[in-house]
């Protein structure tokens, strides 16, 4: 990719530095890395490696080739041999993703950054990065097993294969013997030996790790421990294979708070001696107010005042409790949403911090590590330190049991006395870490480009040419990722730094994390929602008034706007999801939302507004159209009608929707009529007093099952199971015309979709006699926007009122099938994904929710009319429909389920109509 909206996307990573590449590569295999190294070599170009991009030091961002080998890399197998497990793995995989599939083997991953969420496997490995438990004791350094490579001159070596190190041993002999004289050199140097295990005893990521010439004997044990950690500057690691830790069934956790952050430190380090703690993460007095309006404990202590959030882990209940006498503190719990809440707070802490920073300020984090006897002192020293400098709203948190601290700080770049300030701050820490307390520069986030010009002095001159000895022997033409671990700028820090101008509220408090990706569904196909707003500030600081005479930025901007129109903001689903991954909650799509708004033209929006206003009409329309569809689809079959819609989607530039073999046909009006005058024929008894407003979304009062499907629609299922459950029903008046507004919401459209909105809450307030009764609406999605929008009654989504008052009430067979479950992004955002499970599993034997399988992207209409981002989002759904012999699928969104049925090989409907199936009234013989 070359064009500079690519180039610019994914330059970016979750650091406070910029590099634009010149060209942006995804080599899907061995042999395409193959050949970017063979190009780099001849055209003498160098090579940046990125993953997730969620590095804080600058690792990822490079201004030669950038090779991005995220989601086309994410093959594992775990393997069982005798006592241990390992996985072996590519790259591309995410650390949580590496959990979920060993948990079932009661194995996990022990290193556990705190974007373990989000981070890949390549640079946790690359960066050595650690986080709250794994210390130095199960970091990837000590869990490493072996590693397939590929060397800067095109070589493979895999040092799990004999043959490939005998093939190794005779191509670079010299190679080897290098190493080989390294390990002789370095043992026979008892004070450098002495001064390397030192260095090592505390966290240590600063500079090439030199530990395996000390360690290991056999040459290929010593070059798969020295890519831990060379942060991309050595060799690409295709495979690495790693030991797993054994996973504790039973935890607890305690916040503790404390007076001053000098008796915190103290009690750290008595609580370190007990040898029973897993973690210990400190907050000073400004982390705290952070976090301290999602915890009450946190407000109002003094302004010294600190925290410590500990736990431990158990084999059984028994070691549990011995551990916490042995502790010997209070306020341990093992409530899994309270546990879980303090741990999401101390993973999304830097980002929260970021979100607070002056707009147009840089957030920096840095993190150091001390000798855990000097904690008490080196913390002191550095909050004094900080606020000298003039950082006086500097955050201090981190790994405490390790004498590992973040420091966060806002900085300006944009005059020469903020970039002395913060490199006198930077010259100051050198000194304190370094020459004070003999400490690590960099604890766990790579050396990265703000420490390279301080590796040499961290380490000695001797050490530092060992590791200048090793980076000439992998990569003697400086190739890869050159600036990053060496640099001969002793400036270098200072140079590069990221921009981060204001845009929109919406979006203004993002410091690109990359935490959001992971629910992204266009992430690795289009722009992701963290390269949305990347560009979109690109765009608003080439058109700020300081460049409003220059025309190249004008021209630039113009540029990126037409660049972004289809990879940007066609092909975002808008789903929302990517606020559920970050940690202040920015919604990307609302802010697409708002682009797609300014751009629309006032044809479009005359043209939305009177679709709003004639709304039955338009639905006529469409069941007409279906109507036809579905005759030509009968005349024509599966094959000659998926070929002739694909070429009218294709042929009309995407214009016209794109018909498959799943889509649906329409509703009847009989079958309308039926549902409204059901209660006629099945009249309840005299007595009873529950009734329910059912609202039919306008979508589902249109498209009915497949075409080719026999059955009732999903209204008629609905209207049948609330029978049976007693309850009367009564439905809004004029609901033909009646919509949420989420259709008009998506395009753009907020005034005709507020309207909508407005439209439909009177109608429902009347019926439900002003909120006397509950509301039920069919579709998740429309649900969702309701309660944004409507706050005075009670409203439900499907799953979710028959898990609350109709599954009791109904005499229920499970249906002797395995069926798969799709948890739409509404339900997840409202909540209630739970109630669909306990639904499903209370009605079929087997129930499988699709790992994996996050939004499903058909959004509303974007299945027709952008229909490769449903297929890319559901990539990975039909293998394991398959592999667990699904026989059907249901979810709670009518058009979602269009897209799956098309991609899984299987039908999916409504959850109603599972239930209405498998159920009947409680009284029914």
Same mark, same amino acid.
């Given at each position: 990719?070359?064009?500079?909206?690519?180039?610019?996307?994914?330059?970016?990573?979750?650091?406070?530095?910029r590099?634009?590449?010149?060209?942006?590569?995804?080599?899907?295999?061995?042999?395409?890395?193959?050949?970017?190294f063979?190009?780099?070599?001849?055209?003498?170009?160098?090579?940046?490696?990125?993953?997730?991009?969620?590095?804080?030091?600058?690792?990822?961002?490079?201004d030669?080739?950038?090779?991005?080998?995220?989601?086309?890399?994410?093959?594992?197998?775990?393997?069982?041999?005798?006592?241990?497990?390992?996985?072996?793995?590519?790259?591309?995989?995410?650390?949580?993703?590496?959990?979920?599939?060993?948990?079932?083997?009661?194995?996990?991953?022990?290193?556990?950054?705190?974007?373990?969420?989000?981070?890949?496997?390549?640079?946790?490995?690359?960066?050595?990065?650690?986080?709250?438990?794994?210390?130095?004791?199960?970091?990837?350094?000590?869990?490493?097993?072996s590693?397939?490579?590929?060397?800067?001159?095109?070589?493979?070596?895999?040092?799990?294969?004999?043959?490939?190190?005998?093939?190794?041993?005779l191509?670079?002999?010299?190679?080897?013997?290098?190493?080989?004289?390294?390990?002789?050199?370095?043992?026979?140097?008892?004070?450098?030996?002495?001064?390397?295990?030192?260095?090592?005893?505390?966290?240590?990521?600063?500079?090439?790790?030199?530990?395996?010439?000390?360690?290991?004997?056999?040459?290929?044990?010593?070059?798969?421990?020295l890519?831990?950690?060379?942060?991309?500057?050595?060799?690409?690691?295709?495979?690495?294979?790693?030991?797993?830790?054994?996973?504790?069934s039973?935890?607890?956790?305690?916040?503790?708070?404390f007076?001053?952050?000098?008796?915190?430190?103290?009690?750290?380090?008595?609580?370190?001696?007990?040898?029973?703690?897993?973690?210990?993460e400190?907050?000073?007095?400004?982390?705290?107010?952070?976090?301290?309006?999602?915890?009450?404990?946190?407000?109002?202590?003094?302004e010294?005042?600190?925290?410590?959030?500990?736990?431990?882990?158990?084999?059984?209940?028994?070691?549990?409790?011995?551990?916490?006498?042995?502790?010997?503190?209070?306020?341990?719990?093992?409530?899994?949403?309270?546990?879980?809440?303090?741990?999401?707070?101390?993973s999304?802490?830097f980002?929260?911090?970021?979100?607070?920073?002056?707009?147009?300020?840089?957030?920096?984090?840095?993190?150091?590590?001390?000798p855990?006897?000097?904690?008490?002192?080196?913390?002191?020293?550095?909050?004094?330190?900080?606020?000298e400098?003039?950082?006086?709203?500097?955050?201090?948190?981190?790994?405490?049991?390790?004498?590992?601290y973040?420091?966060?700080?806002?900085?300006?770049?944009?005059?020469?006395?903020?970039?002395?300030?913060?490199d006198?701050?930077?010259?100051?820490?050198?000194?304190?870490?370094?020459?004070?307390?003999?400490?690590?520069?960099?604890?766990?986030?790579g050396?990265?480009?703000?420490?390279?010009?301080?590796?040499?002095?961290?380490?000695?001159?001797?050490?530092?040419?060992?590791?200048?000895?090793?980076?000439?022997?992998?990569?003697?033409?400086?190739?890869?990722?050159p600036?990053?671990?060496?640099?001969e700028?002793?400036?270098?820090?200072?140079?590069?730094i990221?921009?981060?101008?204001?845009?929109?509220?919406l979006?203004?408090?993002?410091?690109?994390?990359?935490?959001?990706?992971?629910?992204?569904?266009?992430?690795?196909?289009?722009?992701?929602?963290?390269?949305?707003?990347?560009?979109?500030?690109?765009?608003?600081?080439?058109?700020?008034? !300081? &460049?409003?005479?220059?025309?190249?930025? $004008?021209? %630039?901007? *113009?540029?990126?706007?037409?660049? @972004?129109?289809?990879? /940007? +903001?066609?092909?975002?689903?808008?789903?929302?999801?990517?606020?559920?991954?970050?940690?202040?909650?920015?919604?990307?799509?609302?802010?697409?939302?708002?682009?797609? !708004? &300014?751009?629309?033209?006032?044809?479009? $929006?005359? %043209?939305? *507004?009177?679709?709003?206003?004639? @709304?039955?009409?338009? /639905? +006529?329309?469409?069941?007409?159209?279906?109507?036809?569809?579905?005759?030509a689809?009968?005349l024509?079959?599966?094959?000659?009608?998926?070929?002739?819609?694909k070429?009218?989607?294709v042929?009309?530039?995407?214009?016209?929707? %794109?018909?498959?073999?799943?889509?649906?046909?329409?509703?009847?009006?009989?079958?309308?009529?039926e549902?409204?005058?059901?209660e006629?024929?099945?009249?309840?008894?005299?007595?009873?007093?529950?009734?329910?407003?059912?609202?039919?979304?306008?979508?589902?009062?249109r498209?009915?099952?497949?075409?080719?499907?026999?059955?009732k629609?999903?209204i008629?299922?609905?209207?049948?199971?609330?029978?049976?459950?007693?309850?009367?029903?009564?439905?809004?008046?004029?609901?033909?015309?009646?919509?949420?507004?989420?259709?008009?919401?998506?395009?753009?459209?907020?005034?005709?979709?507020?309207?909508k909105?407005?439209?439909?809450?009177?109608?429902?307030?009347?019926?439900?006699?002003?909120?006397?009764?509950?509301?039920?609406?069919?579709?998740?999605?429309?649900?969702?926007?309701?309660?944004?929008?409507?706050?005075?009654?009670?409203?439900?989504?499907?799953?979710?009122?028959?898990?609350?008052?109709?599954?009791?009430?109904?005499?229920?067979?499970?249906?002797?099938?395995?069926?798969?479950?799709?948890?739409?992004?509404s339900?997840?955002?409202?909540?209630?994904?739970?109630?669909?499970?306990?639904?499903?599993?209370?009605?079929?034997?087997?129930?499988?929710?699709?790992?994996?399988?996050?939004?499903?992207?058909?959004?509303?209409?974007?299945?027709?009319?952008?229909p490769?981002?449903?297929?890319?989002?559901?990539?990975?759904?039909?293998?394991?429909?398959?592999?667990?012999?699904?026989?059907?699928?249901?979810?709670?969104?009518?058009?979602?389920e269009?897209?799956?049925?098309?991609?899984?090989?299987?039908?999916?409907?409504?959850?109603?109509?599972?239930v209405?199936?498998?159920s009947?009234?409680?009284?029914?013989k």
């Amino acid at each position: 990719m070359k064009r500079y909206i690519d180039r610019l996307a994914w330059g970016t990573d979750a650091s406070f530095y910029r590099l634009i590449p010149q060209e942006v590569l995804m080599p899907a295999d061995e042999k395409e890395v193959i050949e970017v190294f063979q190009r780099a070599n001849k055209e003498n170009k160098h090579i940046t490696f990125r993953a997730a991009g969620t590095s804080l030091s600058g690792q990822t961002t490079g201004d030669g080739l950038l090779m991005v080998c995220g989601k086309k890399w994410e093959d594992i197998e775990v393997v069982n041999d005798g006592d241990d497990v390992y996985i072996d793995a590519q790259p591309g995989i995410i650390g949580q993703r590496i959990n979920e599939i060993l948990q079932p083997y009661g194995r996990y991953f022990t290193p556990d950054p705190a974007s373990i969420k989000s981070a890949m496997l390549g640079g946790i490995v690359g960066n050595n990065a650690s986080g709250m438990c794994c210390g130095v004791h199960a970091n990837s350094h000590r869990m490493l097993k072996s590693v397939r490579i590929i060397l800067a001159d095109g070589t493979v070596l895999d040092t799990a294969d004999e043959r490939s190190k005998s093939d190794f041993r005779l191509s670079h002999s010299t190679f080897i013997r290098k190493i080989e004289d390294l390990k002789y050199q370095i043992r026979k140097n008892k004070p450098l030996c002495d001064w390397i295990q030192k260095k090592y005893a505390i966290k240590n990521v600063t500079g090439l790790n030199i530990l395996p010439f000390i360690e290991f004997n056999d040459p290929f044990d010593i070059i798969a421990h020295l890519l831990v950690g060379s942060e991309g500057t050595l060799a690409f690691m295709t495979r690495v294979r790693m030991k797993t830790g054994v996973l504790m069934s039973h935890s607890a956790s305690a916040l503790l708070l404390f007076p001053t952050t000098k008796e915190a430190c103290e009690a750290i380090i008595t609580m370190r001696k007990t040898e029973v703690l897993s973690a210990a993460e400190f907050f000073d007095r400004k982390a705290m107010r952070v976090v301290e309006k999602d915890f009450p404990e946190l407000q109002n202590q003094p302004e010294d005042a600190a925290a410590v959030l500990i736990r431990i882990d158990g084999v059984d209940e028994q070691e549990l409790e011995a551990k916490k006498k042995k502790i010997g503190v209070k306020g341990f719990t093992s409530d899994p949403d309270l546990v879980h809440k303090y741990w999401a707070m101390r993973s999304g802490i830097f980002p929260a911090v970021g979100a607070t920073r002056p707009i147009g300020t840089t957030c920096l984090i840095e993190d150091v590590a001390f000798p855990i006897e000097n904690l008490t002192e080196a913390t002191l020293d550095l909050q004094e330190l900080l606020q000298e400098n003039g950082y006086g709203d500097a955050v201090i948190y981190g790994h405490a049991l390790e004498g590992n601290y973040h420091f966060i700080l806002n900085q300006r770049f944009d005059t020469p006395e903020a970039i002395k300030q913060y490199d006198g701050m930077i010259q100051a820490v050198v000194d304190l870490v370094v020459d004070e307390y003999h400490g690590s520069l960099k604890a766990e986030h790579g050396t990265g480009r703000n420490m390279a010009p301080f590796v040499e002095r961290e380490w000695g001159k001797e050490a530092y040419e060992v590791m200048k000895a090793v980076k000439t022997l992998f990569d003697p033409n400086n190739m890869l990722n050159p600036g990053v671990i060496f640099t001969e700028d002793e400036n270098s820090h200072l140079k590069h730094i990221k921009p981060l101008p204001k845009v929109h509220p919406l979006i203004d408090r993002c410091i690109e994390c990359g935490f959001c990706e992971v629910n992204c569904v266009s992430c690795g196909f289009a722009f992701s929602s963290r390269q949305r707003i990347v560009i979109q500030r690109e765009i608003a600081s080439l058109r700020s008034p !300081e &460049r409003s005479a220059d025309n190249e930025a $004008k021209l %630039l901007a *113009q540029q990126l706007e037409t660049d @972004f129109r289809y990879m /940007g +903001k066609d092909l975002c689903a808008g789903d929302g999801l990517c606020s559920m991954s970050c940690p202040v909650k920015i919604n990307t799509g609302e802010y697409i939302h708002l682009v797609r !708004e &300014r751009e629309l033209s006032e044809r479009g $929006k005359r %043209l939305g *507004q009177w679709a709003g206003d004639h @709304f039955a009409t338009v /639905g +006529k329309a469409l069941k007409g159209i279906m109507n036809v569809a579905s005759a030509a689809h009968g005349l024509l079959g599966d094959k000659v009608m998926s070929v002739a819609g694909k070429a009218l989607h294709v042929g009309s530039g995407r214009k016209i929707p %794109l018909w498959t073999p799943a889509m649906p046909r329409a509703v009847k009006s009989a079958e309308i009529q039926e549902a409204l005058d059901y209660e006629i024929k099945h009249p309840l008894p005299a007595l009873h007093q529950k009734k329910v407003v059912y609202f039919p979304s306008c979508l589902n009062q249109r498209l009915g099952v497949q075409d080719k499907t026999k059955g009732k629609s999903l209204i008629n299922d609905m209207v049948e199971l609330l029978n049976k459950a007693n309850f009367e029903i009564v439905f809004p008046a004029n609901m033909e015309q009646l919509c949420c507004g989420t259709i008009w919401e998506s395009k753009g459209m907020p005034d005709e979709a507020d309207k909508k909105s407005q439209e439909l809450e009177q109608a429902l307030w009347i019926a439900s006699e002003e909120g006397k009764w509950p509301v039920l609406c069919d579709q998740s999605p429309c649900l969702h926007r309701m309660r944004k929008m409507i706050k005075k009654m009670r409203l439900y989504e499907p799953a979710e009122f028959i898990d609350k008052f109709v599954l009791d009430e109904l005499k229920i067979t499970p249906l002797d099938a395995s069926v798969a479950v799709h948890i739409t992004c509404s339900t997840r955002e409202m909540g209630v994904e739970k109630s669909l499970l306990r639904v499903a599993q209370k009605c079929a034997r087997e129930v499988l929710v699709p790992e994996e399988i996050g939004c499903c992207a058909f959004a509303g209409d974007k299945g027709f009319t952008h229909p490769q981002l449903n297929e890319w989002a559901l990539r990975k759904l039909s293998k394991q429909i398959r592999e667990h012999h699904v026989s059907v699928g249901y979810s709670n969104s009518r058009t979602c389920e269009i897209g799956l049925t098309y991609h899984s090989g299987v039908q999916y409907f409504g959850i109603a109509k599972l239930v209405n199936q498998v159920s009947k009234a409680r009284n029914e013989k």
